[in-house]
C-alpha cells in the first residue's frame, strides 16, 4: 500500500480523474497508481489476491491510466463472448511475441483485423481434425517411449527442461512424422528466449535487441519446415498420419510458407504451456500417491494388449481426470489481458481505449464457493458428470481461456496429456525429490515451475515388459 503522500500526491494530481470510477473497488493509488503491488510479485498471485480482497472486479490505476482486473464469471464472459467481444483486443502481447513468430498464426492476429481467416487456416479448425488427433495417439505414445527410455538413464532430471523436450518432441512426431534434431530445438528456444525478453522487459520495445544471429535462426527455424513441406509434396505417401502430410493431402492449396509458419507456431502455442501442465501433474501425483497408484494401474490395463489407441484413451477416465485436475489447479496459462480498441462500457464504467483489462483463472480454479476442498488435487472430481459440470471453457475453469479466442490446440492439447501421462504411468515412476510447493517463474506467458527435480522408477510389474516392446 503507497504512504499517505503518494496517495496524496496522486489524489492531487488525479483526482478528477478518479470520479467516474468510484463505484468500483480496489486498492489505494499511489504515485504510481496501484502497478506498485505487481512489482516483485506474481501478476496472478496479486490478480487472485484481489479476487478475495475485492470481490469479481478491481479497480487498479497503472500510473494515471485506470485499468480492470477481473474475476467474476459474467464479466469475463462479457469480454471474451459477447458480441460486444470486438472491442477487447489481446493485450501486447502480439506485439511482443510477433518477431519470433510470425502473421500466419492466430496467436499474434487482431479480432478487427484477419483474425478469422487465420484462425479458420489452423489445422485444428478443419473438418479432419479429430479423425488426425485420433490417428497421432500411437505415433506420440512410441515417442514419448523413447523419451522415457533416454531419460531413464539419467540420475537425476530437471523436469521442466527435460518434459518440455519430452513435449517438443512428440509434437514433432505428431507435426512432421518424425522428431528434429538439436539444432531445430536449440533454434526455437533461441527464438523462445527473444520473445519472452520482450514481455518481460520494463524497457519500451524498441530498447530490447533481438539476440545475435536473430533473423538466421528464425529463418532456418520456418525453412526447416518449408524443406519438409517440399519433400512431402514430392512423396505424397498415402498413409502418413502427421498433420503436415494430412494437410497436403486434404489441402493442397495450400502455401508452403503459410503451413511452415502454422507447424513451426505449434511449438510457441504448446510446448511450454503443456510440458509444464505435465510437470505440475506429476508434481502432485507425487503428493498424492493414491491417486499416483490408481494413474499407473489404468495405464497398466490401457497398454496391456498393444499400444494406446484413441478409443483406449476414451476410456481412460482417470488419466482424463488427472489432466483437468491439473489444469485446474495448476493452469499454465494464468493471466491473460485485453484492452478496449475503443472506450468501452464495463462493470458500470467507460473503459477508455487502451486501458488494462487482467483476466486470471486462478483464483476461479480455486474458489472455495464453488469447488470442494479447493486447494486439493483430487481428480476424482471430474468423475461422474464432473467434466459436465464445469466444461473446459466455463465460468470457473478455463485454462484454455473462453469464447471463440480460445486457445486452438486444446483439442491437441489435450490429447497430447492424456497420451503422456498414460504412456510415462504404465512404464515408470516420477519420483520427485520434495513435494513442497516449487518456486514459479514466468517464461513466454506460461508459469514455469523450477527446481522440481527428481528421477524415474521403472515400473516393477512384469506384465509391462512385453507392452514396452511392442509400442516403442
Ligand atoms: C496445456 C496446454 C495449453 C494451454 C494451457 C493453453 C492455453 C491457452 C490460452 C489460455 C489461450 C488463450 C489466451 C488468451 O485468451 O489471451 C491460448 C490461445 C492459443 N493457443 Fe493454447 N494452450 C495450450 C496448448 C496449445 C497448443 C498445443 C497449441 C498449438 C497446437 C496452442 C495454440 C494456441 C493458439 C494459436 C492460441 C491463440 C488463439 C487465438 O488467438 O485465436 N495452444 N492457449
Redesign the pocket.
Known sequence: MPNALSRGIFKLFFGAKRKPFASLPGPQPGILGTAGDFLGASPWDVCARYGREYGGVTLIWMGPNPGLVLNDPALIAEV?ESPRRMEFE?GN?SEQIRPSTTDD???T?ELRGD?VQK?AL?P?AQSWAPEALADLVGPMQAAISESVDALLKKDRIDFAPALRRLTFDA?SVAQVGEKLTDQVFEDFMLLARAADARIQSKLPLKFVKPPKDFEAVKARFYGHFVDRIREARKRQDPRAVDLMSRYLRETPGIDDQVLAHMLG??YF??AF??SV?LVGAFHQLNKYPDADARLASEAASLVADGPLTSQKLEAAKWAEAVAYEA?RIL???RV???TPSKDAQLAGVTLPAGSMIMISNQHLHRDPKHWEDPDTFKPERWLDGGIARDPLGSGYF????RGP??????D??MV??KTALATIASRVKVQLDSTEPFEEGFFFGVVLPKGVTGKLVERAAPALQGVRARSA
Open positions: 471474451y489481446k502481447i498464426t492466430a496467436f492476429a483474425w484462425r489452423e485444428s509434437f507456431g505449434t502455442g504448446g504451456s503443456s501442465t489444469l493452469p499454465a496459462v491473460m489481458t485485453r478455463f485454462p484454455f481461456g479466442r480460445a486457445c486452438v490446440g486444446a491437441f492439447a497430447f496429456l
